[in-house]
């Protein structure tokens, strides 16, 4: 492939923009967002998302901020349609929100998609049909003539579907698909047409979205097209210009920036770029993109593990550990010179100014991360090693994040001594972190569970504080709910794991809970062991509480001169 010259593909065409505007402008205000997490995200899932999952991640997106939200297809899919159906039935959607539903220029989509929304207050019907010679040509077999009839025919059938439905205020998305493989004189002629049909004017807004539906060119292509349609759109003070770009190229970020340069107003998107292909646009990046350029996003990314923690539950997607801002490493240096300029660029910091540290684009601190991987962490081999010791000889696997943290427990300690790690000295330190009770903070003596009515779970525990016992109450959806609610702390358990240690009658089950406590940021594990693997859960469950209660204490006298104020 490399010797011989490439002529299966061709170059995307320039566009004649000579006097482009976008390059000299800078960005100073946050996008209408719309997070398509619900459609166009759990379409690309190896299995989509169930009815329970689908409301956790809607829940989510409501308690991050985004005030639009694309929450199915439902003329496609009964699962869809009953989902939509039960967020305007049982009213739960926030009175600032508003829902977007896609469908297919089909009459028959499109009045089972009015239906789907019958009775919701506000509403955004999202139209779209394929535009770019190839897809006019090989899938559809219209001419230019042909496609535009077809767009006016199915935005007027959808607008007397809707004006009969005056309860609910009803918006027309359009988007001409392959918008960026489209010639810009048939996208304007499609986009006029919609605009033509539904009667844009005052109060009656239209989005006009442009979608990089297959990424085929760079982004300063992408820029071009979208402040050509900007200049050219019209009335264009009733229109939001609005953006959808994919990541085929891996150039989706980039292309959404420009785009929002030339003259758009609004992305698309979903919260870590999952999608079909490579995916859609990663919102995530954009808003901390545009955070670390002292712009706020309006999107609450505080407690950026939380997140990640949601999304991955509910799309079944891992999050890449290099994943920008939200990776489990990316604010972890492994390399010695990047450590030693981040421990110089802390001791000079000033905490009332501008934030200006090393190799760090952004405070973890803002994110809701801590600094405890950033300050000091093993090499990689050295994470791995303590990892496969563990594993090899004491049949304990810690989840990633875990590794991480423990890895800077090692760190110190090896730092101290001066000396080799053995594995020995590796599982007595494991278990003086994460399974003794340290003073003055709660330890589990005993506990006795027993069942409610229904699925409920009622709990006693017997903990000792410095010589004290005292029997704690508590009630919950299983045993670990249940100690949560006995122990009275506003604790947040984000994930769960358990496993055997070894095999036969004296193997133990291992339990390891991640959690949080409010007002404290970061996360951090609680590990039981015990041949009862209630039992095990339940210590975990102390472990985790212990060692946050010893931390926000510690933090009563700070280690780093840094302070970072949090994402409102």
Known sequence: MIDQPC????????????????????????????????????????????????????????????????????????????????????????????????????????????????????????????????????????????????????????????????????????????????????????????LAAWGVGPGREVIINLPTTVENATPNRFADQVEWMHRHLAPREHIVLSVHPHNDRGTGVAAAELALLAGAQRVEGCLFGNGERCGNLDLVTVALNLYTQGVHPGLDFSDINAVARVAEECTGLPIHPRHPYAGDLVFTSFSGSHQDAIKKGFAVHDPEGQWQIPYLPIDPADLGRTYDSVIRVNSQSGKGGIAFLLERDQGVVMPRRMQVEFSAVVQRATDASETEMTGDALWALFQATYLRQPQGVPGLVTYHAHRLAGDGRGIEIDVAIDGTRLTLQGQGSGPIDAAVDALGLPLSVHAYEERATGTGAGAQALAIVEASLHGLPGATFGVGLHHNIVTASVQAVVGVANRLLQRRHAQARPVHPARATAMV
């Open 7 to 194: 002529r299966k593909y061709q170059a995307a065409a320039p566009i004649a923009l000579a006097d482009r505007r976008w390059p000299a402008n800078t960005l100073t205000r946050a996008p209408v967002w719309l997070s398509t997490d619900l459609r166009d995200g759990n379409q690309a899932l190896f299995e989509p998302m169930n009815g329970a999952r689908k409301m956790k991640l809607f829940q989510e997106l409501v308690r991050i901020g985004f005030k639009e939200i694309e929450v199915g297809f439902p003329a496609a899919s009964q699962t869809d349609f009953d989902f939509v159906r039960r967020l305007i039935d049982e009213d739960l959607v926030p009175e600032d929100v508003t829902l977007m539903v896609m469908t297919q220029s089909r009459s028959d989509l499109i009045e089972r998609t009015v239906q789907a929304l019958q009775g919701a207050p506000r509403a955004i019907v999202h139209l779209y049909n394929a535009t770019a010679p190839v897809w006019r040509r090989v899938v559809f077999g219209m001419n230019v003539t042909q496609m535009l009839a077809f767009v006016e025919d199915h935005v007027a059938h959808l607008k007397r579907l809707t004006d009969a439905r005056p309860e609910t205020r009803w918006t027309l998305q359009y988007s001409p698909e392959t918008f960026n493989a489209t010639e810009l004189e048939v996208s304007l002629k499609a986009c006029q047409t919609a």
